[in-house]
């Protein structure tokens, strides 16, 4: 299995609070990537990450924001969390293998559930 | 439009029997195509990956197909288990965005004695 670990596995919390999920990994992969997966929809690409400091939205980035300081760092931040928000969120790793004609494996994490009430 | 599109939404079959999903998409050009299992409560775990030069490719009791001329592909499962019971979800790339992912909404697949 690759290392990814994300963290909170499980939280709960209040409309307009800020909320910052973690993942990490130990694999030294370039690309990460952080998804939201909620019923009647397929995985959806929040944002991703190609490198330290290197960052870019994805179709659904509209309300969070994220930083990678660190290769095996990605953090997710809901800066005023909304209900609309409640949903499985998955970090992805990729080494990029192959450039822009292939990408490499992709692993995900185990999930982090966020509900806001 | 890049699109992935799974059939059916889900499926139940008896313990023993076999399965086959479909996975139809329209994202072009074409790089390779991924099949995932992910169980309830868990991350998805990848099944297999297919170049647009591969037809075939087999891991354990699951097989997974590929016509790129008509941008379908199928998981066809032998002999199924209980534990085979999960949500497959099909994985496209495209050639110019290689580490872009285009995903299905599933298929969920239960397995009962």
């Known amino acids: 299995d690759a290392g990814i670990t994300q963290s909170p596995r499980h939280k709960v919390t209040e409309t307009g609070t800020p909320v910052t999920l973690r993942c990490h990994q130990t694999?030294?992969?370039?690309?990460m990537y952080w998804y939201r997966q909620d019923p009647g929809h397929g995985l959806r690409l929040i944002h991703y990450?190609?490198?330290?400091?290197?960052?870019d939205k994805g179709e659904v980035s509209d309300g969070y924001s994220v930083s990678r300081s660190k290769t095996e760092d990605f953090l997710l931040t809901l800066e005023s969390a909304t209900s609309s928000q409640t949903s499985v969120y998955f970090c992805?790793?990729?080494?990029?293998?192959?450039?822009?004609?292939?990408?490499?494996?992709?692993?995900f994490g185990e999930g982090s559930r966020l509900t806001v009430l | 439009k890049n699109q992935v599109e799974q059939s059916p939404q889900s499926l139940i079959i008896l313990e023993g029997k076999n399965c086959t999903l479909q996975?139809?998409?329209?994202?072009?050009?074409?790089?390779?195509l991924r099949w995932y299992k992910q169980d309830t409560g868990r991350g998805p775990v990848s099944l297999t990956i297919?170049?647009?030069?591969?037809n075939t490719k087999s891991n354990g009791r699951y097989t997974a197909t590929l016509d790129a001329d008509t941008k379908q592909s199928s998981l066809h499962i032998t002999a199924s288990q209980l534990s085979d019971s999960a949500s497959y979800i099909c994985?496209?790339?495209?050639?110019?965005?290689?580490?872009?992912?285009?995903f299905g909404t599933g298929t969920s697949l239960t397995v009962i004695p």
């Open positions: 990450s190609y490198g330290v400091k290197d960052t």
């Open positions: 694999e030294n992969h370039r690309y």
């Open positions: 994985v496209v790339s495209g050639r110019n965005t290689g580490n872009q992912f285009y």
């Open positions: 297919m170049t647009f030069s591969e």
């Open positions: 992805a790793i990729s080494d990029g293998a192959g450039g822009r004609y292939f990408a490499g494996e992709l692993f």
């Open positions: 996975c139809n998409y329209t994202v072009s050009p074409f790089s390779n």
